[in-house]
């Protein structure tokens, strides 16, 4: 659209002079939903926004441009949407595009409609209200700004339910939902200058009307008793509004069966089935090879849902699908209702509403016709009809019009669902998935001698756990020999069954649910299943899932588990009860189950490799675990008590030397992932003193700081070994000598270096007294030589080690430990030398072990 005198496709004189006076009340794009929601994924306000360059602004007002500039206006037309705004909006908005650029080429005005719809949605919502800067905002060219929020202020606004219908009411009318249509041109508000929505609301009226009158004189065939004449009637008015409730019940109850049957079967998710069975006398010679899935040659069928005692007033459901190309399923049947469905020939019901043709075949005057907007359908024919008078002017073509398949009334009452049976010790379990809407299960048990077993109620959230090879999931088609409940053949006007619960697609899984049967003796055994469900005559139940499972002997539970150190090293344990099982020793990898627990006894962790069969345990070094007995009988098993020990790392490298009296210096290394170390002083046998104690050490002050400990002076043996990690545990005793040390009683040697007496004028040699020190007691054998050394250099370097220098005098550890204290004189050294310094060392025998009490060192000076 170009100049100034077009537009009137929304009232008339749209120029800027007469300031709009016919916006849209609805965009009237079919699947205008399908637009909305491309737009919004691309994140735009409105769809002007695509059309628009950057820096560019939008005319609306007499057809779409876009303005680049002063004097620079483009028409956007299904070329400029292909090229510049296709360029500019990329792969992601590739479809919206091309969906414009269609809808352009079959309604010049049909975007300038949405786009104005949408801008004045934005300034009704606006909170600044419909203000010449609000259209301006929006991208509008500021010479259409004023006149465009003019008009928006004049145009009734739309709440949400009127949105919805405006959106929707072309969809509803191109598909022929005529009853949908009029509620949503119910809830709009008057068309006032939108001529192209005037029409349509026509159209709708005129529809509405024809079919009602159509109704009226079908109900009156009906009562007269004339079915046939009732049945074409009906079929009329649902061609004209195949989702007219009355219509189509109409032809439910007064058609003519032919042409196949529509079967609806209930599947275990809940949902229907329906398929089209044709029969061969509904086929014309031929006609099976080219007839497809649905047996019909070349129909299109549309399949509706009716619901007992669903109101009148409330627009028949489609479900998605034909029957003609494959089974079609109904994912939202209405749980515990009855439901019927009829397939009518898709035919007879054109996008864009009944047809002129079929207007007239209906008894609709040209000027409906003509209102509707309807185009000629497309017709389907098989056969010859079944009355002639039943099918006037205008319905019959070369061979006929296909009627109408209905199927059965069904009740939707789906199967419990994953029925789950399982044998423990003298008992079965089941448990299942009760469908959403039932109001309970019956659950039947028969046992060897074909007599019920009698069980416990109905436990909620229970879920039967049993090893595998004791449980199996049941599903699939039930045993034979019991029929559904099933409703009456005819639809009537009262309601069969209970209020439903909210329709929709009821995956089995309403709810987990089981029982628990007890104190059976083996043997085979069948569980039966039904869901129950309320309608208006009691309830009624599900034909029911059985299935079978054997109850199979147990083992004896062990009741006692116990451990305590082996003399020697490692632990003892010892149980109670299993007789006649094998009992296992085991660690699970998690927690440990509950004493009792049934189990699969190829599904236990393996047993302990470091106990044996009579409870001898040598865990390694480091361990710290949680053992269980388990008590196993063939393909069974039982989980016992449990108990946790514990070998603490050994300790390596232990090691003690006497540093002053009555004290010592430990060192070791520090065990792998130990966090604490325990040193263990007790008197060694034979000792005279001190008492056992234990000295925790931390990691990190050993390392800074080592290990002193006061031991006393007798002969202590020290133990040292890594902390246990948990005071629950049973720690298991260490082999041998290992992480132990004998320290020997304190045992010192002192010396001394005194300066010789005078005699007359002259001093006397330097004499060496060495004393044998054991505040202990007895210093024991071995004890090493006491050497005096003098240093080398002319005595003047003091010796760190006995071969540093010349040894002056010695004396033995036998004669220490025979006097206790030895005197003697020092030669000088070299004769006639001046004052040189000495120092003694210990050598030989228990060097290592015997303290050097060494004087001050500016004392050792031989003068």
């Given at each position: ?9 929304f009232g008339h004189a749209l120029g800027l002079s007469r300031a709009l006076t016919g916006l849209p009340v609805a965009p009237l794009v079919e699947r205008y939903g399908e637009l909305a929601t491309a737009q919004h994924e691309l994140g735009l306000g409105h769809l002007g926004e695509l059309l628009v360059p950057p820096g560019g602004r939008l005319r609306v007002l007499d057809g779409v441009f876009v303005v680049e500039g002063p004097g620079r206006r483009r028409h956007v037309g299904a070329a400029v949407l292909r090229g510049p705004v296709a360029a500019r909006g990329g792969p992601a908005a590739a479809g919206l595009v091309e969906r414009l650029a269609e809808i352009q080429e079959r ?757």
């Amino acid at each position: 659209m170009t100049g100034t005198g077009t537009g009137t496709g929304f009232g008339h004189a749209l120029g800027l002079s007469r300031a709009l006076t016919g916006l849209p009340v609805a965009p009237l794009v079919e699947r205008y939903g399908e637009l909305a929601t491309a737009q919004h994924e691309l994140g735009l306000g409105h769809l002007g926004e695509l059309l628009v360059p950057p820096g560019g602004r939008l005319r609306v007002l007499d057809g779409v441009f876009v303005v680049e500039g002063p004097g620079r206006r483009r028409h956007v037309g299904a070329a400029v949407l292909r090229g510049p705004v296709a360029a500019r909006g990329g792969p992601a908005a590739a479809g919206l595009v091309e969906r414009l650029a269609e809808i352009q080429e079959r309604d010049p005005a049909a975007l300038r409609r949405i786009l104005l719809y949408q801008l004045v949605q934005l300034l009704h919502d606006d909170p600044r209200g419909n203000r010449p800067e609000t259209a301006a905002a929006l991208g509008i060219d500021p010479a259409e700004a004023a006149a465009l929020a003019q008009a928006a202020a004049g145009r009734a606004r739309l709440d949400a339910s009127g949105r919805a219908a405006a959106e929707g009411l072309e969809d509803a009318w191109a598909q022929g939902r005529i009853r949908a249509a009029a509620l949503c041109a119910a809830a709009l508000p008057p068309a006032g200058g939108d001529r192209l929505l005037t029409d349509r609301l026509i159209g709708i009226a005129a529809r509405v009307r024809d079919t009602d009158a159509l109704l009226e004189e079908a109900r009156a065939r009906e009562d007269a008793g004339d079915r046939e004449g009732a049945a074409a009637r009906y079929g009329r008015a649902a061609r004209l509004a195949w989702d007219c409730p009355r219509a189509v019940r109409g032809l439910v109850r007064t058609r003519t069966p032919s042409h196949g049957r529509l079967t609806a079967a209930l599947a275990p998710t809940g949902a229907v089935e329906l398929r089209h069975l044709p029969t061969a006398e509904d086929e014309p010679p031929g006609a099976s090879e080219a007839a497809g899935v649905g047996g019909l040659s070349g129909a299109s069928w549309r399949v509706v849902r009716l619901t007992r005692g669903e109101p009148l007033t409330v627009p028949l459901t489609e479900v998605p699908g034909d029957p003609a190309d494959g089974p079609v399923t109904d994912p939202h049947a209405p749980l515990t209702r009855e439901v019927r469905y009829v397939a009518l020939p898709r035919g007879t019901a054109t996008a864009g509403g009944a047809a002129a043709g079929s207007a007239a075949a209906a008894g609709v005057g040209p000027d409906a016709a003509r209102a509707s907007g309807s185009r000629t359908p497309a017709r389907v024919r098989v056969g010859a009809p079944a009355d002639e008078a039943a099918w006037e002017a205008g319905e019959v073509g070369e061979v006929g019009e296909v009627g109408p398949l209905v199927s059965a009334v069904l009740l939707v009452a789906p199967e419990v669902g994953e029925l789950v049976l399982a044998d423990g010790r003298a008992r079965i379990e089941a448990s299942w998935l009760r469908p959403a809407g039932a109001v309970g299960v019956e659950v039947t048990v028969t046992g060897p001698d074909g007599r019920t077993v009698p069980h416990g109620p109905v436990i909620p959230g229970f879920t039967a756990a049993a090893p595998a090879t004791a449980a199996r999931a049941a599903s699939g088609n039930p045993r034979p020999g019991r029929t559904a409940a099933t409703a009456p053949a005819a639809h009537g006007s009262g309601d069969a069954g209970a209020d439903p619960v909210a329709p929709g697609a009821y995956p089995v899984g309403g709810g987990s649910e089981g029982v628990r049967v007890g104190g059976l003796a083996a043997g085979p055994y069948a569980v039966r299943v039904r869901a129950r469900y309320a309608g208006a005559r009691g309830d009624v139940s599900s034909v029911g899932v059985e299935r079978d499972v054997t109850v199979h002997a147990w083992p004896e539970a062990v009741v006692g588990l116990g451990a305590r150190a082996r003399d020697g090293g490692g632990l003892r344990l010892h149980w109670t009860g299993g007789a006649g099982a094998d009992v296992r020793i085991v660690q699970w990898p998690g927690a440990a189950p509950a004493e009792g627990t049934e189990l699969a006894a190829d599904a236990l962790p393996p047993a302990l490799p470091w106990v044996d069969a009579s409870g001898a345990a040598d865990p390694p070094p480091g361990t710290l675990a949680t053992v269980s007995a388990v008590a196993v009988l063939g393909e069974r098993a039982l989980a016992g008590p449990s108990t946790a020990v514990e070998a603490p790392q050994p300790v390596v490298g232990l090691a003690a030397h006497r540093t002053t009296a009555g004290r010592a210096r430990i060192t070791f290394d520090w065990p792998e992932d130990a966090g604490r170390v325990v040193v263990a002083t007790a008197p060694a046998a034979g000792g005279r003193s001190g008492e056992p104690s234990e000295h925790p050490v931390v990691r990190a002050v050993f390392l800074r700081e080592g290990l002193e400990l006061p031991v006393g002076p007798g002969a202590v043996r020290i133990t040292a070994y890594a902390a246990p990690r948990s005071s629950l545990a049973t720690v298991a005793a260490p082999f041998g000598d290992a992480g132990q040390v004998l320290l020997p009683a304190d045992v010192a040697i002192a010396y001394q270096v005194l300066p010789g007496q005078r005699r007359m004028l002259r001093r006397g040699p330097s004499v060496l007294r060495v004393t044998l020190l054991a505040p202990g007691g007895d210093p024991g054998a071995g004890l090493p030589d006491f050497v005096l050394v003098a240093g080398a250099a002319g005595g003047t370097a003091r010796p760190h080690r006995a071969a540093e220098g010349t040894e002056l005098c010695r004396v033995t550890g036998s004669e220490l430990a025979a006097a206790g204290t030895v005197e003697r004189e020092i030669a000088p050294h070299p004769p006639a030398a001046g004052p040189y310094a000495v120092r003694g060392f210990l050598l030989g025998g228990r060097a290592a072990s015997v303290r050097l009490d060494e004087p001050s060192l500016t004392s050792l000076v031989v003068r």
